[in-house]
Nanobody
């Protein structure tokens, strides 16, 4: 059984930073693409960042240059370093891993507000 667990969300002021973590169990992690989505209130879920099995990354335009996705295959983990946070980054952030289907975590709330 695949388990995906996110952590690291919270309340931060505009311009601040947060680091989200996601750990995965029950699947051969190192050969799986992974990434982060987010969903803000009243909006559709959008893809934020992805990382392939070889470490290639891709970002949504609005986070390019501010967010960094990375993975640690030894720890079955993927991270999202978020810098220069803005109020419009406020959302529930979801981690996923690609297996026979997409497996999702429960989400972690990120709130950017003064």
């Amino acid at each position: 059984q695949v388990h995906v667990v996110e952590s690291g969300g919270g309340l931060v002021q505009p311009g601040g930073s947060l680091r989200l973590s996601c750990t995965v169990s029950g699947i051969t992690f190192s050969i799986r693409p992974m990434g982060w989505y987010r969903q803000a209130p009243g909006k559709q879920r959008e893809r934020v960042a992805t990382v392939t099995t070889t470490g290639s990354t891709n970002y949504e335009d609005s986070v390019q240059g501010r967010f960094t996705i990375s993975r640690d295959n030894a720890r079955n983990a993927v991270y999202l370093q978020m810098n220069s946070l803005r109020p419009d980054d406020t959302a529930v952030y979801y981690c996923y891993v690609v297996g026979d289907r997409y497996y999702w975590g429960q989400g972690t709330q990120v709130t950017v507000s003064s």
